[in-house]
Every structure is written in structure tokens, then in C-alpha cells.
T-cell receptor, first 115, second 110 residues
Framework: GAGVSQSPSNKVTEKGKDVELRCDPI?????LYWYRQRLGQGLEFLIY????????KSGLPSDRFSAERTGESVSTLTIQRTQQEDSAVYLC?????????????FGEGSRLTVL | GENVEQHPSTLSVQEGDSAVIKCTYS??????FPWYKQELGKGPQLIID?????GEKKDQRIAVTLNKTAKHFSLHITETQPEDSAVYFC?????????FGQGTRLTINP
């Protein structure tokens, strides 16, 4: 497809389990972002990739959260030992170039529910 | 780091009236200010943006103004229509990091 693709679209897990969320950016987009959106809230910055490197990890909430990107394409956000407060929609976005250009293209998100 | 405040959190207007959403930012080095619209179950989509060397930008029924001195910017929607109902987010960028406001839920009443 032409847009940003995220999977799974919905994930229900038990507290303490690990989860992996995947993002396929638009082909050729070098910048990739992860945001978290809690119910009724704004978008909380998690991490940004330029190519395969992550110059800004400042938004990761704790060491239970990690992300990687390979081949300047797919990215995976991993949450270990999930907690109920991790429940949210995790949004991925890509951009043609990270700095000083405009538009971020968002996927539809992965809704995570931790029971 | 950058902090973006957005208000109001909810806004209800009659169809055909205008809607205004306001944001303030903290980091004077921020130089790019986009607005995104999010419909239910979808990811946000860019509707208009403005750079720090411009004071105002208009695209049909949508306009954005920027006051760098006061560090605030606003979204104006004129002649509102039912399809304008959505959540709107402002954002401010410094370098590669885009920081969003908390969002405004806009409802257009027929």
C-alpha cells in the first residue's frame, strides 16, 4: 500500500507479557516516529529514527520500552513486562526527511489493551 | 524541552460559523508549526502548516496565524461544515522533534 502500515491493529495482552508493535513506513521515507496516544489525550513523543539510528530516544517512558529499525524501513516497538498504564494507541509516522520539512504521514495505530 | 499548550479542549459551533483554536509554545527555537486533524479511528492528517518566517497562511476555509514574539499560533476555520467535526492538534517542531498539543475536539452542530 501507499501509506504507513501498522500491525497489529488491536492487541489485548495480560499484564507482565511482552508485546511487539510493527510499523511499515512509506517507501523511501528516511524518518520514522513513534507516538503514544492515551484515550482522549494528545500525542506523546516516544522516539525518532533517521535511517536506522535513533538520535532522540528521550520520550521512551522507561527501560521496558525499546525500538529498532532495520534496512531504513520496518520499525518495531517492543514493550516488555507490560503494565496497565501502557494501554494506549501507538502511532507510527514517517517523513521524507526528518528535519525542516513538513508532513508526517501517520498510520492508523496499534491499540494496545493490557488487562 | 518544548511544551505546547492548546485550548480549548472542546469546542462546539453551529454549522456555518467560525471556529478558532489557540496554541502556545515554550521553545523560541521552534520553527515549524503544523496542524493535524484526526478523525475517529484514524491517524492524524496534516491540514495546514506555517513556518517561523511567515505570519499568516490561508488555504480555502482554513487559516493559521503565528505570533513569534508572543509564542502563540492559531487555527481559524470559517464557514464550518459537518465534516469539520474531528479532533485537531497543533504542534511545534525544533530540529527533528515534533511536540503536539493535547488536542481540541471540534463538534459542528447542524
Amino acid at each position: 500500500g501507499a501509506g504507513v502500515s501498522q500491525s497489529p491493529s488491536n492487541k489485548v495482552t495480560e499484564k507482565g507479557k511482552d508485546v511487539e508493535l510493527r510499523c511499515d513506513p512509506i517507501s523511501g521515507h528516511t524518518a520514522l516516529y513513534w507516538y503514544r496516544q492515551r484515550l482522549g489525550q494528545g500525542l506523546e513523543f516516544l522516539i525518532y529514527f533517521q535511517g536506522n539510528s535513533a538520535p532522540d530516544k528521550s520520550g521512551l517512558p522507561s527501560d521496558r520500552f525499546s525500538a529498532e529499525r532495520t534496512g531504513e524501513s520496518v520499525s518495531t516497538l517492543t514493550i516488555q513486562r507490560t503494565q496497565q498504564e501502557d494501554s494506549a494507541v501507538y502511532l507510527c509516522a514517517s517523513s521524507l526527511v526528518g528535519a525542516n520539512t513538513g508532513e508526517l504521514f501517520f498510520g492508523e495505530g496499534s491499540r494496545l489493551t493490557v488487562l | 524541552g518544548e511544551n505546547v499548550e492548546q485550548h480549548p479542549s472542546t469546542l462546539s459551533v453551529q454549522e456555518g460559523d467560525s471556529a478558532v483554536i489557540k496554541c502556545t509554545y515554550s521553545d523560541s527555537a521552534s520553527n515549524y508549526f503544523p496542524w493535524y486533524k484526526q478523525e475517529l479511528g484514524k491517524g492524524p492528517q496534516l491540514i495546514i502548516d506555517i513556518r517561523s518566517n511567515v505570519g499568516e497562511k490561508k488555504d480555502q476555509r482554513i487559516a493559521v496565524t503565528l505570533n513569534k514574539t508572543a509564542k502563540h499560533f492559531s487555527l481559524h476555520i470559517t464557514e464550518t461544515q459537518p465534516e469539520d467535526s474531528a479532533v485537531y492538534f497543533c504542534a511545534a517542531r525544533r530540529a527533528q522533534k515534533l511536540v503536539f498539543g493535547q488536542g481540541t475536539r471540534l463538534t459542528i452542530n447542524p
